[in-house]
């Protein structure tokens, strides 16, 4: 989608600065994604003036954090990709609390944490993305989410155009899944941390570091595991299980070190993923009589 140079010029007044004809392909892990205009955000205080503009000029647009979790279609895409404030992402921390923006990349406010002997995060180290991507998706990993530690969330409201603070406690958090509006948009968060010593946090970090790099496809392109794992069981184990291991759809292959990773193993197109998902989930509903939900998000045009 093109902004218009009118459109371009009311954002420029913002302190918003557009990039047009971005592939999407550039900002995601998958390697994947058509092409539109981006707006960089220079200023948390002015999103609600740049939503209001986009209403009003009937401009759709979505959030990109880290882009570690989208599979995001080809070709041009119908909305316009904003992005939260990158540059020097605030973070600071007093006694238990520690206050970190949503631009901040998760591995980065773990460290960040732990050299102020805050633990609690260490499961996170190796999430790749944004903490507000991460509030958004409840990440999680090796038995630690962000949630339980999330005391207030600033964001800014579609439903009222405000920014508003809310507690934790008046979030739900759940495998995945957050309470959030799908058009809320994390800007702050302030967790609460037990205290650790550094050593100690070191010591889990590299313990979690290793499981990934035991398991895990990292030096491939992917958006960690495709489908969410169907309770009290692995969709990675059921994958594998039929065999699904190195299974491709043109570059889209089920990776042959962890199955619920799909990778983009060349040139994938997000058709050829999507065809990919359907199906192994096809294959693993027959086998298994269970209907595999997507953790990717999906973004269709
Ligand atoms: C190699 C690899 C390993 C992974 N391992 C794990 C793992 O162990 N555990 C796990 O949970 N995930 C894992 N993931 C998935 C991914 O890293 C997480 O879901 C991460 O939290 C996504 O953050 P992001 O900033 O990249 O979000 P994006 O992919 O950019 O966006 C994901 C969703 O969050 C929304 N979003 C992003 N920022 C904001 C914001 N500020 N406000 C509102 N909405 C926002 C987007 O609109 C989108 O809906 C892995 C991914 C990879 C590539």
Redesign the pocket.
């Known amino acids: 989608m093109r902004i218009s140079d009118k459109a371009a010029a009311r954002l420029k007044e913002l302190g918003a600065a557009v990039r047009p004809g971005v592939s999407m392909s550039e900002q995601t892990?998958l390697g994947i994604g058509g092409t539109t205009d981006e707006i960089l955000l220079a200023r948390y205080d002015t999103i609600p003036q740049v939503m209001r503009l986009l209403a009003d000029e009937h401009i759709p647009h979505?959030?990109?954090?880290?882009?570690?979790?989208?599979l995001i279609a080809d070709g041009e895409l119908p909305w316009v990709m904003l992005h939260?404030p990158a540059a020097r992402p605030g973070w600071r921390i007093e006694g238990h609390a520690a206050y970190v923006d949503?631009s901040a990349d998760?591995g980065g406010m773990v460290t960040f944490c732990a050299k102020h002997d805050l633990g609690g995060m260490e499961g996170l180290i190796?999430?790749?993305?944004?903490v507000?991507?991460?509030?958004?998706?409840n990440?999680?990993?090796y038995g630690t989410q962000i949630g339980p530690h999330v005391k207030e969330v600033e964001l800014y409201r579609a439903a009222t155009g405000e920014i508003e603070t809310l507690r934790g406690s008046d979030i739900r958090f759940d495998y995945?899944h957050t309470s959030?509006a799908p058009d809320?948009?994390?800007?702050r968060v302030k967790l609460e941390l037990p205290s650790k010593p550094f050593k100690e946090i070191l010591a889990g970090i590299k313990v979690c570091n290793e499981k990934r790099r035991a398991s895990?496809p990292?030096n491939q392109k992917?958006?960690?595991?495709i489908f969410k794992n169907p309770p009290g069981g692995s969709a990675g184990r059921m994958i594998d299980e039929l065999g699904l291991k190195g299974h491709r759809v043109g570059d889209a292959m089920v990776s042959d070190r962890h199955a619920n990773f799909f990778v983009n193993a060349g040139h994938a197109s997000c058709s050829d993923m999507l065809k990919l998902i359907d199906d192994v989930r096809g294959r693993v509903r027959a086998a298994n009589g269970i209907e595999l939900e997507n953790e990717v998000?999906v973004w269709r045009n």
Do not use: H, K
Not at 62 to 70: A, H, K, S, Y
Not at 126 to 130: F, K, Q
Not at 132 to 137: P, S, T, V
């Open positions: 892990s979505r959030f990109l954090g880290g882009g570690t979790n989208v939260l949503a998760l190796g999430v790749p993305g944004s507000g991507g991460a509030l958004r998706m990440a999680g990993a995945r959030f809320d948009v994390m800007l895990q990292l992917s958006a960690g595991c998000i």
